[in-house]
């Protein structure tokens, strides 16, 4: 989870800074992964089903 939440390295050193980055960080994802489910791909007669990556 470390990695696809990007927090691998942080900003700050101060404990209440880094929290606050890991919040921000999971808003960003939760965000995207909801655009991600909300996004239409049309698919017509193709051999694969395309996916958003």
């Known amino acids: 989870m470390k ?11 101060q404990d209440k800074f880094i929290e606050m980055e890991i919040y921000a960080h999971m808003i960003m994802f939760k965000a995207s992964n909801q655009i991600d489910a ?8 193709c051999k694969y089903q395309y996916v958003i990556d």
């Open 3 to 13: 990695y696809s939440l990007e927090s691998v390295q942080f900003h700050s050193k």
């Open 38 to 45: 909300q996004a239409y791909i049309p698919q017509k007669h």
